[in-house]
Nanobody, 122 residues
Framework: EVQLVESGGGLVQPGGSLRLSCAASGFTFDDYAMSWVRQAPGKGLEWVSA????????YCAKSMKGRFTISRDNAKNTLYLQMHSLKSEDTAVYYCAKDYRILSSSWMYDYWGQGTQVTVSS
C-alpha cells in the first residue's frame, strides 16, 4: 500500500523557516518523481515544487523560487521542502504527491499525502 506521510508543519512568524518532510512507503521511491502542492484557505491547489526521480532536476514555482528548496533522500525514502523567508501568503496545507509514471516526470499524480498545515503569522 502506497503511503505518503507529511510532517514538519506548524506556526511560524513571517520571515521564519520550516522544513517539511514526506515519508514514503509501499513503492520504489527512487523510481518516481515527486512534488509538493499546497492549498491555501478558500483557494484551489497550487503547485509548489517538483524533483525528478533521481534528484537530478528540480523545479519551483516562480513565487517561491529562491525561498523554497526541494530535495530527496532516496536512501531514506523521504522528500523534503526547505522553506525560508516565509510570508503570510504561504499559509496553506502542504501535500506531497507521487508522480504516476515510473522513471519520468509527468507532473501528474496518483497518490497524495494527508497534508501538513503551515501557518505564517505574527
Amino acid at each position: 500500500e502506497v503511503q505518503l506521510v507529511e510532517s514538519g508543519g506548524g506556526l511560524v512568524q513571517p520571515g521564519g523557516s520550516l522544513r517539511l518532510s514526506c515519508a514514503a512507503s509501499g513503492f520504489t521511491f527512487d523510481d518516481y518523481a515527486m512534488s509538493w502542492v499546497r492549498q491555501a484557505p478558500g483557494k484551489g491547489l497550487e503547485w509548489v515544487s517538483a524533483i525528478s526521480w533521481n534528484g537530478g532536476s528540480t523545479y519551483c514555482a516562480k513565487s517561491m523560487k529562491g525561498r523554497f528548496t526541494i530535495s530527496r533522500d532516496n536512501a531514506k525514502n523521504t522528500l523534503y521542502l526547505q522553506m525560508h523567508s516565509l510570508k503570510s501568503e504561504d499559509t496553506a496545507v502542504y501535500y506531497c504527491a507521487k508522480d504516476y509514471r515510473i522513471l519520468s516526470s509527468s507532473w501528474m499524480y496518483d497518490y497524495w499525502g494527508q497534508g501538513t498545515q503551515v501557518t505564517v503569522s505574527s
